[in-house]
Structures are given as structure tokens and as C-alpha cells.
T-cell receptor, first 112, second 113 residues
């Protein structure tokens, strides 16, 4: 089983719909991140959380919200999806003492 | 906008040749990391550099952190088909809290046999 699990892996949704992407981890890490990946733009940080009570906006948080339900769970919501939110979304975790970020398998979201 | 820039965006390499990808930041970095993403996969951590002028090697991969801690490079020698993928650098700006790394746009590497 993967240490960082994202659900769903693929999703097609309509403009204006609310959608939630979920991430769970078994690594015991306190830090969790949501990124979106677009061709030519790399990975851009949407939100990050250093513990359950600490949530911070990244560089492109507009149109997104997050919830850290537990240390192991970090969900990303699109309140009203729009087509330019079509992208590959990655969740990642990092331990407090280590440099390495561990990524989930990604969620490919298409907004039509 | 992105503070960490990577060049080139694409790199076509003949198998057996060497190539280098560069990462440049507009601000001083505390450290820099490199990741590799295989086609259809997710980014996987390769290495972290912390010290000014640091050089680290992993088999055919050589990573370097600039003296001013504003740039970094990844050099691959004798490229193999297994090197295909996108290589990202991720820098931690000196004034940002630990863990808030900024990724470059990546260098997509295609290897021709």
C-alpha cells in the first residue's frame, strides 16, 4: 500500500460543482501539502499545513479551500469548479526532521 | 510569480551523451532539493543541498549548489533511457518557514536510443 494515498485518482466534474480531493498518509508526518501541476508551470503550492491547527495559503489558493481533519488526513475542496482548475493535483507529506517530501500518486481532475 | 526558474524546459538527449539542467532563484535559498518525475508518475526525491558550493554525486548524477546559494545544477553523464522524465528543483527561500519549498517548472528529458 502507498504511504500517501489520494482519492479519487481521476475525476471529471462540471463547472460550478463542488468537489473534494482527499489525501491520507501512514507516514506519521506532521506536514502536508497540496500542489497542482500544469504543463510548463511545474508544481505550484495551493495550501500547506504543519499540523492539525496550522493551515497556510500557498501561492495559488484562490478558488480552493482545505481541511486538516486529522494528522493523517488533508482534503482539498473546490467550492465551485471552473475549467481552468483542470490539472493534476498532488498531495505531499514531509516529516519535521527530514528533508524529503513524499508525494501521492496524483488526482487528475477535469472540469468541463 | 515563480521565484525559482529552471532551464531548459525541454532537453532531447542522445543516449550516451551528457546534459545539464539549471535552476536559478531571484532570492537566496536556504537549501535546494531535486526531484524526478517519470512519465505518468509522481515526483520522487533525489537529493538536498544545503551548503554554499556543495557538490554531491549519485552515480551518473552530479548536483551542485552555487556559491551565492541562488542557483543549482544537475548534470547527468552517459544518459540512459532510464533517465527519461521531468527533473524539478525545489528551493526553500531563506526567509520562508521550513517546508515551504518552491518548485521550478521542471526540465522534461527525452532520451533517443
Amino acid at each position: 500500500d502507498a504511504d500517501v494515498t489520494q482519492t479519487p485518482r481521476n475525476r471529471i466534474t462540471k463547472t460550478g460543482k463542488r468537489i473534494m480531493l482527499e489525501c491520507s498518509q501512514t507516514k506519521g508526518h506532521d506536514r502536508m501539502y497540496w500542489y497542482r501541476q500544469d504543463p510548463g508551470l511545474g508544481l505550484r503550492l495551493i495550501y500547506y499545513s504543519f499540523d492539525v491547527k496550522d493551515i497556510n495559503k500557498g501561492e495559488i489558493s484562490d478558488g480552493y479551500s482545505v481541511s486538516r481533519q486529522a494528522q493523517a488526513k488533508f482534503s482539498l475542496s473546490l467550492e465551485s469548479a471552473i475549467p481552468n482548475q483542470t490539472a493534476l493535483y498532488f498531495c505531499a507529506t514531509r516529516g519535521q526532521g527530514g528533508p524529503e517530501a513524499f508525494f501521492g500518486q496524483g488526482t487528475r481532475l477535469t472540469v468541463v | 510569480g515563480q521565484q525559482v526558474m529552471q532551464i531548459p524546459q525541454y532537453q532531447h538527449v542522445q543516449e550516451g551523451e551528457d546534459f545539464t539542467t539549471y535552476c536559478n532563484s531571484s532570492t537566496t535559498l536556504s537549501n535546494i532539493q531535486w526531484y524526478k518525475q517519470r512519465p505518468g508518475g509522481h515526483p520522487v526525491f533525489l537529493i538536498q543541498l544545503v551548503k554554499s558550493g556543495e557538490v554531491k554525486k549519485q552515480k551518473r548524477l552530479t548536483f551542485q549548489f552555487g556559491e551565492a546559494k541562488k542557483n543549482s545544477s544537475l548534470h547527468i553523464t552517459a544518459t540512459q533511457t532510464t533517465d527519461v522524465g521531468t527533473y524539478f528543483c525545489a528551493g526553500l527561500v531563506a526567509t520562508d518557514s521550513w517546508g515551504k519549498f518552491q518548485f521550478g517548472a521542471g526540465t522534461q528529458v527525452v532520451v533517443t536510443p
